[in-house]
């Protein structure tokens, strides 16, 4: 049976046992995952994929697998070894993580896909939660992969289903792209039944699946001809849609949540609306642009249409119209037909004479990062940073952050900065999580080649950046359930570090002191700094401390951690602001107590301080 004729099927189906949800992007894209009978689902939480996932582990354990992987790349294989095996299978994972799964994504494009592959990557237009601002088509394109982009959380559902009947029909894995605003924001969707769809037994061929040179010699033209194919899919799929409009001095091509924009800033144009960006539906666009006067492109990030549909010959503006950074907007839509001649001039808001309070971005109340960082600060290192709640140490007041590159990246910084050389101990810290995700293989290797550099492993027990999701260091599995739990200092001690030390990050004095020996160590040193974070999986909740005005001078090292609950108070000393300290926000840490140089901070249960 055609993809069309499944579709018409499914449609009928739903139809018949319709209920209407109100679901995020996210949850819509895991409904459509196990409508669809996916058998297994893998990923790394990453904003804005992590409740992909989350979501989907809420079915029933019969129906589908649902686990967190150590890294994209550790998911994505994971999902290809079930693809492997016959059945359907799903890896999630936000933008960058296709960086880490490429490599598999790349050779699996060759090997195509058994069972039905669906990789949904979500990507960040504005930079909201991520380290840069990369498009996943131009990924696709490379990888010579399919990518469908929906536009709402119903397209969402509807398009994973699609996307794995498409994977099947041309043997490819699929890629699904979501964006920040797809994935958190929710509507209205029709939901259906689940269909089981039965395993298509282990592959079998290692012509087809060991991709030697002489296998992928062979596969390659394979790939090719599957782009041909696929474009045509693209022309004749009822996920592209054609709107006409009563205004034809020109037409619009534009894909995924893009096109919501289009529909409000603009309605009475012509619009192309295309399933995906790759393959092209190069016959629909010919047919459309013969329509219109113009041809405008309407795309986020990068011009991956724009620049495509020029190379067919066709005319067409884009980004010399709307920015190629961000993203879109009904009011920069406007804006640009307005450059383009098409529509009046918008009339600009009148300002509104309201200053914004500044906010600037702080770890938590009773955070065990603040003491650590607070720490690093006091021995003049260079700290290679890593991603993670701790980022926030590099800017004010706790400043001890010099470097973040990528998810990792920390210990390979930090073994190039022991080996360039520097007056100063140089430090790598890095989160638990990230550590499991990457961080392992430049351990080794900052060992095998006998760097000079202390590692602080900063174990919160969660991924904690993301909601507080799981990992093989928490003792729990994505259902909550008891799993292995990974011993960090046994495994450094394993890859040959001697010098291994655990500390409780809220004993300030040992911990610096702690910090101070191990950057005199030579050759590699680990110190874990072992808390659980103050929110996840649980809040934590003790009894606060406060600030025994009549004793505080006003020194503001307390102030210099940066702590939320600490602010100033009305009363001076020698012309500088005291403390107070927010009873209801403070967690009772004691690490503000343990920096007073007066003795003035005190558990309100010892009396209230005065």
């Known amino acids: 049976m055609s993809i069309d004729a499944v579709q018409d099927q499914r449609a009928e189906t739903r139809r018949r046992t319709a209920e209407a949800l109100p679901l995020t992007g996210n949850e819509a894209i895991a409904r459509g995952a196990w409508e669809a009978g996916v058998k297994v689902a893998a990923a790394y939480p990453g904003t804005p994929s992590t409740e992909i996932l989350e ?99 119903q397209e969402a559902l509807d398009y994973v289903k699609a996307a794995f009947d498409l994977s099947e029909q041309f043997d490819t894995p699929v890629i699904l792209r979501g964006t920040t605003r797809l994935s958190h924001t929710r509507s209205i969707v029709t939901v259906g039944a689940r269909t089981e769809v039965p395993s298509r037994g282990f592959v079998g061929d290692h012509t ?81 642009a013969a329509t219109v006067d113009r041809l405008i492109v309407v795309e986020e990030l990068e011009p991956v249409l724009e620049e495509s549909i020029r190379a067919m010959g066709i005319p067409a503006e884009g980004k010399s119209l709307f920015p190629r950074l961000g993203e879109l907007s009904v009011e920069l839509l406007r804006e640009g037909l307005a450059k383009a001649g098409l529509v009046d001039t918008p009339v600009p808001l009148a300002p509104i004479d309201v200053t914004a309070m ?134 450094c001690r394993a890859i040959g570090i001697d010098w291994v030390r655990v500390v409780d990050p809220y004993e300030v004095g040992r911990l610096l002191q702690t910090l101070r020996e191990a950057t005199a160590h030579r050759g590699v040193s680990v110190i874990i700094a072992s808390r659980p974070c103050v929110l996840d999986p649980v809040k934590i909740k003790g009894a606060p401390v406060a600030v025994r005005a009549s004793a ?45 140089p007066t003795d003035c901070i005190q558990p309100v249960t010892r009396g209230a301080p005065t």
Not at 61 to 81: C, F, M, R, Y
Not at 256 to 273: C, D, I, M, N, R
């Open 55 to 153: 979501s989907l582990a809420t079915y029933d354990p019969a129906d589908v697998t649902a686990q967190w992987s150590v890294n994209e790349k550790v998911a994505l294989d994971t999902a290809i070894g079930a693809s492997f095996a016959g059945v359907r299978t799903l890896a999630a994972m936000k933008h960058v993580g296709l960086n880490v799964a490429a490599d598999s994504l790349m050779s699996f494009s060759y090997i195509g896909a058994h069972g039905g592959l669906v990789l949904v990557v979500c990507d960040d237009p504005g930079i909201h939660s991520s380290q840069n601002e990369q498009d996943t088509r131009l990924f696709a394109r490379l990888a010579g992969v399919p990518v469908l982009e929906p536009a709402d959380a």
């Open 358 to 491: 500044a906010r600037p971005p702080v770890l938590c109340s009773g955070c065990p990062h603040t003491a650590s960082f607070f720490a690093l600060r006091s021995i003049g290192a260079h700290v290679a940073g890593d991603i993670g709640c701790y980022t926030l140490a590099a800017i004010d007041p706790l400043r001890s952050m010099d470097t973040c590159v990528c998810m990792g990246a920390s210990i390979g910084n930090a073994v190039g900065m022991a080996k360039a050389g520097t007056e100063k101990p140089v430090v790598a810290t890095i989160g638990d999580s990230t550590f499991l995700h990457s961080g392992i293989p430049p351990l080794i290797d900052a060992v095998y080649n006998k760097a000079d550099l202390t590692v602080l492993i900063l174990d919160n027990h969660i991924t904690a950046m993301t909601g507080g999701q799981d990992h093989p260091g928490t003792g729990r599995d994505l259902r909550g359930a008891a799993a292995p739990r990974v011993d960090y200092a046994a495994l």
């Open 208 to 288: 087809r699946t060991v991709t030697i040179p002489a296998n992928a010699r062979r596969l390659h033209p394979k790939v090719i001809a599957r782009e041909a194919a696929l474009s045509q899919w693209m022309v004749t799929s009822p996920l592209t849609k054609r709107d006409d409009g009563s205004d034809r001095r020109c037409g619009i091509v534009t894909s995924g949540l893009a096109y919501l924009y289009v529909k409000e800033a603009a309605p009475q144009f012509p619009v192309l609306k295309l399933a995906g960006s790759y393959p092209l539906a190069a016959d629909a666009i010919r047919d459309f």
């Open 552 to 596: 505080c001078i006003a020194c503001q090292s307390c102030m210099n951690l940066g702590c939320p609950s600490i602010t100033w108070s009305g009363e001076l000393f020698e012309g500088r602001h005291k403390v107070t300290i927010d009873a209801t926000t403070c967690i009772g840490c004691t690490i503000c107590a343990q920096v007073c």
